[in-house]
């Protein structure tokens, strides 16, 4: 197939007299049979008469050129009224509004395909409005969901938009699949939450278990310590020093045999038994050596007094 804009220009050839008949100036588009019905010749000359080449008559469409079998088949329009007629209806394609029965506008045709072996329009070429929201750059539409051609509107089915498909940079991809494609990530996306969700929670619930677990060893370990810390103070208060062990060696040490007596006994003779007295001076003691004194020499003041009595 070939875009309508690339047989604009292109030179007409007859092959029977080997010639170029003119160049093609458009194309005539028959809305009813969704078609090219002719192409608009150009040729030299001030005051020609426009002449069309039925796409029926045309041999074939090159890279380069375009072949009649002979020059005759290049006519002018009062020999061709259906076509003439098509002509001054100006049945363009491209400009007009795509619209869908349901009243969705689509777009705006930018182009449209043609089969070069018999001039069938096989699609369009949309841009524009819906397709904004949808994708970037220009669609195709295949013709099959086209319902009518008019002047200013194309009437496209109701599914037309799920079938649109991407043609820019060679990529192709309908609006259904991009919207398969957004659905089946977004269901993935949900998937995948859900999957965190539920390992998140195993994870909490192993986290809290193993926790309560520790928890649950300490509070043991704990316990056990106070009541040995409580055992030990109890002791202590009972005034207990000494430990059982010592206390099973001592009734150990008191249930024991008496060693055998080794000792010899000797007599020793009756002048080791003698003891020997002396005999050792008294001496007066302090206060009686005091009254003989007294006696002896009498105090000097109870002479004066009796003197002085006297």
């Known amino acids: 197939m070939r875009k309508s804009k690339k047989f604009i220009g292109m030179p007409v050839i007859s092959l029977a007299e080997g010639q170029q008949l003119g160049t093609v100036k458009g194309l005539v588009v028959d809305p009813v049979g969704q078609k090219v019905a002719a192409l608009i010749i150009e040729q030299k000359g001030w005051f020609s008469e426009q002449k069309f080449a039925p796409y029926g008559k045309v041999r074939s469409v090159g890279a380069d050129a375009i072949t009649l ?20 209806d100006k049945m363009g394609v491209i400009g007009c509004k ?22 069938n329009i096989v699609g369009l070429e949309v841009t524009g409005t819906l397709l904004n929201s949808l994708m970037k750059g220009k669609t195709f539409l295949d013709i099959n969901f086209v319902k009518t051609i008019g002047k200013e509107l194309i009437v496209t089915s ?26 089946q990530l977004w269901e993935n996306t949900v998937q995948i939450t859900k999957e965190l969700s539920s390992k998140t929670k195993e994870i909490s619930h192993k986290t809290v278990e193993e926790l309560e677990s520790r928890t649950k060893d300490l509070g043991n370990f704990t316990m056990d310590l106070g009541e040995n810390l409580l055992e030990k103070m109890k002791g202590k208060n009972r005034g207990e020093t000494v430990e059982p062990e010592n206390l099973n060696r ?35 003691s302090p206060s009686e050596a005091a009254e003989e004194t007294l006696s002896t020499n009498p105090p000097a ?4 007094q009796d003197s002085k009595k006297e």
Do not use: H, M, W
């Not at 795509?98 to 018999?118: K, R």
């Not at 309908?174 to 659905?183: A, G, I, N, R, W």
């Not at 003041?301 to 004066?304: A, I, L, N, Q, V």
């Open 69 to 88: 079998d002979q020059s005759a088949l290049v006519e002018k329009g009062a020999s061709l009224p259906d076509i003439l007629k098509l002509f001054k």
């Open 98 to 119: 795509v619209l869908a029965e349901t009243g969705a506008q689509l777009g705006v045709v930018d182009e449209y395909y043609v089969d070069e072996t018999n001039g």
């Open 158 to 183: 109701d599914n037309a938009a799920e079938n649109l498909v991407k043609s820019d940079g060679g990529l192709q991809e309908t609006v259904k699949q991009l919207k398969d494609s957004t659905s």
């Open 250 to 284: 001592q009734d150990e040490d008191l249930n024991r045999q008496p060693i055998e007596d080794n000792v010899k006994v000797v007599e020793l003779p009756p002048e080791a038994l003698k003891r020997q007295e002396e005999e050792v001076p008294v001496e007066d």
């Open 301 to 304: 003041e109870s002479s004066e």
